[in-house]
């Protein structure tokens, strides 16, 4: 279960533990959404992930932190 934040802050203990967890600020791509393509389309590089959910695709927020 998500805390208050919704997701924003970052302080969830583990990779899975918080879904409304946001890894791509700029499409608003999270962390539920990423394991759900890894899961369900057999991703393996960051680049398939990258191409399947447009997650770091050329954002300055992502790319810079």
């Known amino acids: 279960e998500t ?14 533990s918080c879904p409304d967890r946001v890894v791509c600020r700029c499409l608003r791509v999270t962390e539920e959404a990423i394991i759900s393509a890894v899961q369900t389309l057999g991703l393996r590089t960051i680049n398939d992930i990258r191409t399947a959910t447009e ?11």
């Open 3 to 16: 805390g208050p934040c919704g997701g924003e802050c970052h302080s969830c203990p583990s990779v899975g």
């Open 55 to 65: 997650a770091g695709e050329g954002a300055v927020a992502a790319t810079a932190s």
